[in-house]
């Protein structure tokens, strides 16, 4: 879990071009200038690190009970994705 | 400058195989949305799509001519021979080398690459079929249409992603305009349906997994459709003087570009081509009955869309009739501008609005008269219809009742 949070703090550091220790769970990705592409960039970066698909429509606030408010949100949303991955897997 | 007159249409679409059917398919207001099943779905998160169903090549082209006719040419075929018929024009008379053929596309034949690409890394097979290329090049569906009647002007096809085809009907109408041609066959054709092409516009994260709901409350995003429209220009002279049939008037075309943002839509692109488009056609915001949104579903394009037209229309905003008939036909992309001009067209002469299906609910920031539900029995004489593409080209065409 501990793995999880730091991994994905750092893949959206990276998105935002920002330095990571800058980004925390409080961080909001509206404040790490993050537009609609990079969004999209991002998660594509998150499914393609954990081998998960995050349901995510741009045109929805939610997507399937996932909110992309704040980074950990982005952590909570991986993390139970990443624990369903390995349910599905064993 | 001529006066520029459509005195032929051809559609092949979600809503109809003709444009018989496409009009009455309009009027009842049904959605051709449901389960794709032209393609395997498997593997694709997007489970829904506007095909033309029951389509086979075999009925409209001889065996030995499909290894050069990727699905977007079939298309485009079917609907220029319609339109053409519809003219009664003959292009081997001498006509063929005064006609220009303009047509849009966004991408051209992604099926044939997309098989082509399979043999190669999935099949591991060594080689491609010889005419892959001519099969899947952009400019195949305008050729093939230049071929088979004999038109020997200018021909050439147009891409701008969403406004393909509207790009393609406003350069033909200018060169009809100008004296440059006598006649022009123009429109757009795109066939989306591969596994390659779904997987993209997914990543996107644009796609509606319900319906396309445009304007409304609850919308998702949009959904793809494919088909062709393509529709014979000529002279307003000529037309009289051969005693043909006008269907309707091009009355202008503006196009404008946003220099901004790769996916989203900008205000001031938009209304720009929609300003430039009633300047050119030298109509007043008051003139104008309905339009023809983009109205693609995505809570970007209608929101912005909406506001453009508030910017441009101001008092009157509130008087137009405005529907995205994408919610019947799915978004098109290279062949939308032209699909919708047909459905405006037909609307005009059927003495309908065609509506925006699956509306649920009234979303604050989209105010407008959107024609919800059913089509409305109403006399439309002068309407635009808008294209807003990715990567920020827009272009709007005008035009008015014959």
Redesign the interface.
Known sequence: MADVASDVLEVIAKQAKTDPAKVTRETELADLNLESLDTIELIFALEEKFNIEIPYNANEATTAGINFTTAGDVIDAVAKLVQEQKGSAA | MNRVVVTGLGVIAPLGKNTVEFSASLRAGKSAIGPISIIETEGL?TKIGAQVLDFDPLAHFEENKLPLYDRCTQFALVAAREAIAQSKLDFRAGLGARTATIIGSGVGGQGTQDENYQRLYLQGLKRCHPLTIPKLMINAPCCHITMEHGITGPSFVVASACSSANHAIGVAFQMVRSGMVEAAVTGGTEAVFTFGTIRGWE???????DTCRPFSLG???MVLGEGAAVMVLETYESAQKRGAEILAEIAGFGTTSDAS????PALEGASGAIAACLADAKLAPEQVDYVNAHGT????NDITETKALHKIFGEHAKKLAVSSTKSMHGHTLGAAGAVELAATICGMRGGFIPPTANYAERDPQCDLDYVPGEARERRVNVAISNSFAFGGHNAVVAVKRA
């Open positions: 998160i990543a996107l994260r644009v796609m509606a997994p919308r998702k995003g943002d790769i996916v989203m579903g995505t809570t970007a």
